[in-house]
């Protein structure tokens, strides 16, 4: 028996140790969106769609995707979230185009940060809008998709500059 | 006892029959990325990183988000996809910044399509990279996130034009 | 070496075979509800609640727990289902209470009835409105569940005697 | 860009906010059962179902629920359980129709109850032995389900009046 | 904008396109088992652990291990298992230790074959009954595991030599 | 009506309360492993299996086991990993058999052992190596698969005598 060659250490992937970090509450919140056409905002908006009432779906996805963020990203530590909440707001970029923003925002008292809960939440929703509307259409674009802030930790707050 | 009233039909979310559309073979194609600074590129590129090999880790949740997308979303039909697959590419948009595009491929046989399995890999993807990278910072923007292409199905296939 | 028993049959759960049942379009609907209080009721209708809309989330919580049966009845197939849906009726049984009446319907097309897909669906809307509702009094009470019909497959139609 | 409308605040569910509320250990029980026919009792009670021993598996399946809650319930806690317990007992109330009495009993040592999760879990093993009798008739009902008493919490304790 | 580099081509592991495959029945039966002390082959003969029936808990423990292999083997298509089924039999291996042989059994009409499900079904009963055993002593070892044989499908039947 | 029997004591599974138990770091590591043919080493060692990077995703498959542990065994507490790592090594046991040795490493800060979350974290890495390298031939064989040791807890450390 020999024992053959080391392994590439490249491909070490871990769930690294946090064990020593201690629980403080913690909060991030992120945000996402869609641009859809007319005929989607109208459906979204009149509730007409084949798939039934769009955001409140969309609001329960967002949710659902914080709490199984752990099974989604593979070294992503397990939380036990102590709340989420989802946001949506219109904006409307060109005559027929209709922006969905979508604000997620999670709270934890934990050793480690919410912000992948976050963008998993808001990504989830918008993923969700997408479904409910693609039969208007496939041209909806999802994005960008970005942290906006956090808060609690050792390695302090955190705010985007826009 | 009194029938009280009918409620908002607005909030039927269903799930839409397909027991009468046929099987057949659907493929679908999805592309999301993220923008990372020069040291992030650096550690995905070296394998440097605490959290270990990003690429090799961001395939496997590429692949396993589209297994999972049914769970995800939640009006989405559970499929069994016959095949899944993740690309990355580098561009470099900036002297210092750094875009990884990530293109999906799903394949099913089947009766509905798998545009929403396509864009949940690429998204799971993403998701993933901006994990395993944070600590080098989180100014990294996900997506745009679309639908490349589709084939198979009544509704037949769709290229996005650029 | 001995062999030294042979282990109590009766311990032997096991998911039963069904690759020679044919594939057919098989439908199930089932019944659950909820007895609510009157400050319940109207947090319900109004949506005053500190959890949100809660009926639409009991309808999302239902199709989601029809996809995910095989998940929670361990002896029960993983279907690809074709289609759910939930409704929600109000009854008035007392002057102060209320009751909400759940249906839900599932459909297929496989080798095996959607049953339990029905039973499953109608609980997980039930357990959800509980969930909503529980700081308004945790004297409500859930049920008589029970399957309202079903069509398809060997064993022939079922429609419950009232 | 027009900022286009406030979003009907009905649709806003969201999980609620614990992060301030105290670890203490919580308890809850309920209660669920399931009328059978005498075939079905039978069955039961000497193991000749061709799904195995009904009452194992639906223990198993009560326990599992209870661990899988925040997954069937949108906006539940997910909550790292400390003990859960299923018991049955029978009740016969006429001649050829018997009665499962079902109580689950779950404990946790964190910042909210466990009421859904001793619901679920009796749900699921209602659902369980339906599951596994079902070939005898469908005519079987589940409930009512309610839950029996509550310790721990700055709500206090709940003991239901029978 | 420069396309810097093609990534390590070794990196990508995919999940492989399989619809073009057949639908047939196929089976397969793997083994593991695990090495217990007299004191814990007591328990479980006599049902006298703190956790309560060991082989009714890994009989279910192996079946629903079955069903969710997908979500525990990243590159396994998921599939609609049509029946699984777990034997357990006890060995002397020696004075005072027993071997407890586990057998898994799965079956499914579809376009791939089942050896990963008949493999994580023998192995989640195996480490269950460690699980409930292991107040008696941490000395137990699990398997060898192995595919005793396979049936259908293109690449034709196995039957392990011993 | 009359109470009928009391039940089988001996079908009580249950999951055993650990609310007492105190917080405290604790860690196990486990060992399993797969001996396969000279083919499938160098298609693990050379990247060239149609199914790509076999260690990197067994490394995924094995971390994301350890998270979803009390998913997989009925009665295991859910509980927050720290941390999880897995090793790869090579031995050569005959001219042309290969022995790939995994060993797993768990961390927690919590009131219960890791010792089923390094079993099946090694066992998911093992059975997706089987996974991965099947079409090289299915005399693979997994295991022994065994706790090396364990530290932290009133039960004390434990370490294997080998």
Known sequence: MADLSHLNEQERARMVDISEKTDTVRTARARSGITVSEEAYTQIEEGTGEKGN??????????????????????????????????????????????????SEVKVKGNTGVEMEALTAASAAALTVYDMCKSTGKDMTIGPTYLLDKTGGKSGDYHRES
């Not at 199984?68 to 989420?84: E, F, N, Q, R, V």
Request: charged share 15%; glycine share 6%; hydrophobic share 40%.
């Open 54 to 103: 769009v955001l409140a779906t969309a609001q329960v996805a967002g949710i659902t995707g914080a709490k199984k963020t752990s099974d989604w990203i593979p070294l992503c530590h397990p939380l036990m979230l102590s709340g989420a909440d989802i946001q949506f707001e219109w904006e409307q970029h060109e005559p027929d185009t209709y922006y969905l923003s979508i604000t």
